[in-house]
């Protein structure tokens, strides 16, 4: 490998993005929120009109999208597509569910896998999302699996849009989460599931300190931190 790498997996609503970022500024590593590259693919195809069905359309567009995660300058922390800032645009339930539906189809997994590779660079990557360990870099040196119960994720869910101005239903909210995560973890391509090596984190109860501080214990051990 050029550089390692610390994956972390799991479910949506875990945590996964938050801890990671926080790993990556700490560790002073690059970052790679993979569920936002399928989220801006989801963006893009439902900008154009794209349906999930049109595989070969969506396939083209994957391999053509321009995406940047800047870490400094005037957009540090923003997620871009074709220059312009979509941080928030592709949070929305709505490319949640379309991100999900694409990330079942093998034509579109491929399409992206080389650009989520190409992420590895010096001094190293924290890579987040549901097969950063077991598909994307198995080698990795250190692999954490994030979960916590579905009505707790709801609940953070719930909480974050509110906090944004979005309104949200709990109950609504709950019963997606399930069905996303049943389509992820039965799904034939890249199902959600621990890597036979990762440290599984139960996050329900754990406060975010908790959860970054056992992450960097652990990259301590394994990568030499």
């Avoid at 709505?94 to 992206?112: F, I, N, Q, Y």
């Avoid at 590895?120 to 077991?134: F, N, S």
């Avoid at 440290?199 to 975010?208: F, G, H, K």
Wanted: proline share 5%; glycine share 10%.
């Amino acid at each position: 490998m050029s550089a390692p790498v610390v994956t972390i997996d799991g479910p949506g609503g875990a945590g996964k993005g938050t801890i990671a970022r926080a790993i990556a500024e700490s560790l002073g590593w690059h970052l790679l929120d993979s569920g936002a590259i399928y989220r801006l693919l989801a963006l893009a195809s439902l900008q154009r009109g794209v349906e999930p069905t049109q595989t070969a359309t969506l396939e083209t567009l994957a391999r053509g999208l321009d995406i940047d995660f800047p870490t400094r300058g005037p957009h540090a922390g923003e997620v871009l597509l074709d220059g312009e800032v979509v941080s928030g645009a592709i949070r929305s339930e709505a490319c949640g569910v379309r991100a999900s539906e694409l990330a079942a189809d093998p034509a579109v997994r491929t399409a992206l896998l080389d650009r989520q590779r190409g992420f590895q660079k010096p001094p190293g990557l924290v890579a987040d999302g549901r097969d950063m360990g077991t598909v994307v870099f198995p080698d990795a040196a250190v692999k954490i699996y994030l979960t916590a119960t579905a009505e707790e994720r709801a609940r953070r869910r719930h909480k974050q849009l509110m906090e944004q101005g979005v309104s949200a239903n709990l109950a609504d909210l709950l019963q997606d989460m399930q069905a996303r995560d049943e389509r992820d973890m039965n799904r034939a391509v890249a199902p959600l599931k621990p890597a036979e090596d990762a440290m599984v984190i139960d996050s329900t109860t754990m406060a975010i300190e908790a959860v970054i501080a056992r992450v960097l214990a652990q990259v301590g051990n394994r990568a030499g931190g």
